[in-house]
């Protein structure tokens, strides 16, 4: 399990017990699947490998196997600890499109050409439904900062955006690959 993953899963039970279900539905709300890549189903895992290592404690099992957590006071410092890590960590962001332009050299310049103008396509619709995303968090009761991974997310595609707009006239001009 990532770090990511046990900082929202430890991050999700700080304001009191929660089971397995409501994790889920409150990363949902925050939109973790996009911005930090969770996978919902390793949330059920991520909670009881979590309580073997006494960062949460089972409060209550219930019948069905619905199972409530608590942070124990391991998993508040183990919260803080990997909060305040991740705050100073620069990683690379892996990206499967970085990857194909390294083997852009494989392509036609008309592929390239083709693939660049879809992927502005794409670029610039996920662009527009950011901007119809801000806000609608709160509706819910999340706090408002969270449109702040929205906001990030956005000038990232818009940085990507910005490059494939030159590229093309790059490639156009034979100067790629």
Not at 51 to 79: I, M, N, P, S, W
Not at 96 to 107: D, I, W
Not at 127 to 142: C, L, V
Request: aromatic share 8%; net charge negative; charged share 25%.
């Amino acid at each position: 399990m990532s770090a990511s993953t046990r900082i929202l899963i430890l991050g999700s039970l700080l304001d009191g017990p929660m089971n397995g279900y409501g994790v889920r539905r409150r990363l949902e709300m925050m939109g973790a699947d996009t911005w930090a890549n969770v996978a919902f189903g390793s949330i059920y895992h991520g909670l009881g490998k979590m309580a073997d290592e006494g960062l949460l404690t089972v409060v209550e099992a219930g019948k069905g196997g619905k199972v409530v957590y608590e942070l124990t006071e391991a998993g508040r410092y183990e919260f803080h600890h990997l909060l305040m890590y991740a705050w100073s960590e620069v990683k690379p962001v892996v990206d499967p499109f970085q990857v194909a332009l390294t083997f852009m050299n494989r392509l036609e310049k008309q592929e390239i050409l083709d693939a660049l103008h879809g992927r502005i396509r794409q670029l610039r619709l996920n662009i527009d439904t950011i901007d119809h995303a801000y806000g609608t968090k709160q509706r819910y009761g999340e706090p408002r900062h969270l449109d702040e991974n929205l906001r990030l997310t956005q000038a990232v595609l818009q940085a990507q955006l910005d490059w494939v707009e030159g590229a093309i006239g790059r490639v156009e001009k034979d100067e790629l690959p």
